[in-house]
Every structure is written in structure tokens, then in C-alpha cells.
T-cell receptor
Framework: DGGITQSPKYLFRKEGQNVTLSCEQNLNHDAMYWYRQDPGQGLRLIYYSQIVNDFQKGDIAEGYSVSREKKESFPLTVTSAQKNPTAFYLC?????????????FGEGSRLTVL | RKEVEQDPGPFNVPEGATVAFNCTYSNSASQSFFWYRQDCRKEPKLLMSVYSSGNEDGRFTAQLNRASQYISLLIRDSKLSDSATYLCVVNLENQGGKLIFGQGTELSVKP
């Protein structure tokens, strides 16, 4: 079955450490996105990529980095520069030609900074 | 003022009840609208798009009121399995298709 796989589901990090969250999709979707969700707030866009080897900053890109070397993969690195990294991170993708807004999400990665 | 606002709830209703959620948006250039469902500690899933003429999918009806800048979701004959958080999403097509998510409305259906 096609879908989006995020790993790890749960991650604990000490302050000052970088961590990388994996996102892999086998839906053959061109566009991929990273969102962050905090309690009581709407999802906020971190980065997005429309094609391989290209990506753009979203609304809250500071302290994060991404790469898009393969169509299937869009990993997110949470760097030590991110001041409040504890959150639920969601990767999403959409097929070309679909109405913007019809997103498929992975199951999410829950990051806790100790 | 937030770009997309929802009543966070929770809405506590008995099985079989009809419940309605509203979502207001501030940008009049918003072009397309969606409702997502998110179960506790899970990922959001698209429930339905909202069309200008309104649309229905089984027990769910979505409506758009451009003049008053709100969309609504009506759930009839609610089931225990409808318990979730419902997210309103607005597409600002004049900003390159930027999506704005509401914070969600929590629904709890009780036996």
C-alpha cells in the first residue's frame, strides 16, 4: 500500500543536539511538506519542496533544515538553533494537479527535548 | 485577529445528535477550503473539500458563506467514532497556495 512513512515516532533529545526526522513516500507525489503542531495551535509550515533538489522556507523555518535529493525522501533536521523544538512534526505530500489543500500526512514524529 | 479561527470546544454531544462547527477566515481572497479530521495523537486526514455550492458526504455537510467569510461542517446522527478534532483549512491562492490551518474544534460523542 502506498503512503508516507515517518520515523522515528517518538524521539527524545538533549538540548544542544541536532536530530533528523525521516519522511519517505511511495505515492509518487512531487510536493512534500513539513509542518509543526503545538497544543492549541494550528499546523504551521516549516519547509516545503515542489521538486527534487529544490525547497522553500515556510513560516517558521528558523532552526530547521531540509534536503530533497530524491523524490521519495524529504528529511527534516531540527538543529540546536531551534529554541523550542518540543512538538509534533508532520510530513505531508500532495500529487501534482491535486487541489492545493488535499494533503496526505504521515503518522508524525513526536520530539521531546529534555 | 487570527487568519482562521475555530471554537476549540470541546463539544460534548450524545450519540445521534446533530452538531455544527463554524470556522471564520479573515482573508477575503481565500479561494478554497477544506475540513480535516484528526484523531487524538494521530495525523490529520482529509474529510472533505468545501465547494461554493455546498456539498454533502453521507452524514457530513459542508457549506461556505463568502459574504460572511465562514465555512461550516454539520454532522448528523453523530456516532461514537466521530469523536475527534476537526481542522478547518483555508487556501490563500493569491499567496501561492499557502494553506492556513485553524487550531481545530474538539468533538466528543458520548453514549
Amino acid at each position: 500500500d502506498g503512503g508516507i512513512t515517518q520515523s522515528p515516532k517518538y524521539l527524545f533529545r538533549k538540548e544542544g543536539q541536532n536530530v533528523t526526522l525521516s519522511c519517505e513516500q511511495n505515492l509518487n507525489h512531487d510536493a512534500m511538506y513539513w509542518y509543526r503542531q503545538d497544543p492549541g495551535q494550528g499546523l504551521r509550515l516549516i519547509y516545503y519542496s515542489q521538486i527534487v533538489n529544490d525547497f522553500q522556507k515556510g513560516d517558521i523555518a528558523e532552526g530547521y533544515s531540509v534536503s530533497r535529493e530524491k523524490k521519495e525522501s524529504f528529511p527534516l533536521t531540527v538543529t540546536s538553533a531551534q529554541k523550542n523544538p518540543t512538538a509534533f512534526y508532520l510530513c505531508a505530500s500532495t500529487r501534482q494537479g491535486a487541489p492545493t489543500g488535499e494533503l496526505f500526512f504521515g503518522e508524525g514524529s513526536r520530539l521531546t527535548v529534555l | 485577529r487570527k487568519e482562521v479561527e475555530q471554537d476549540p470546544g470541546p463539544f460534548n454531544v450524545p450519540e445521534g445528535a446533530t452538531v455544527a462547527f463554524n470556522c471564520t477566515y479573515s482573508n477575503s481572497a481565500s479561494q478554497s477550503f477544506f475540513w480535516y479530521r484528526q484523531d487524538c495523537r494521530k495525523e490529520p486526514k482529509l474529510l472533505m473539500s468545501v465547494y461554493s455550492s455546498g456539498n454533502e458526504d453521507g452524514r457530513f455537510t459542508a457549506q461556505l458563506n463568502r459574504a460572511s467569510q465562514y465555512i461550516s461542517l454539520l454532522i448528523r446522527d453523530s456516532k461514537l467514532s466521530d469523536s475527534a478534532t476537526y481542522l478547518c483549512v483555508v487556501n490563500l491562492e493569491n499567496q501561492g497556495g499557502k494553506l492556513i490551518f485553524g487550531q481545530g474544534t474538539e468533538l466528543s460523542v458520548k453514549p
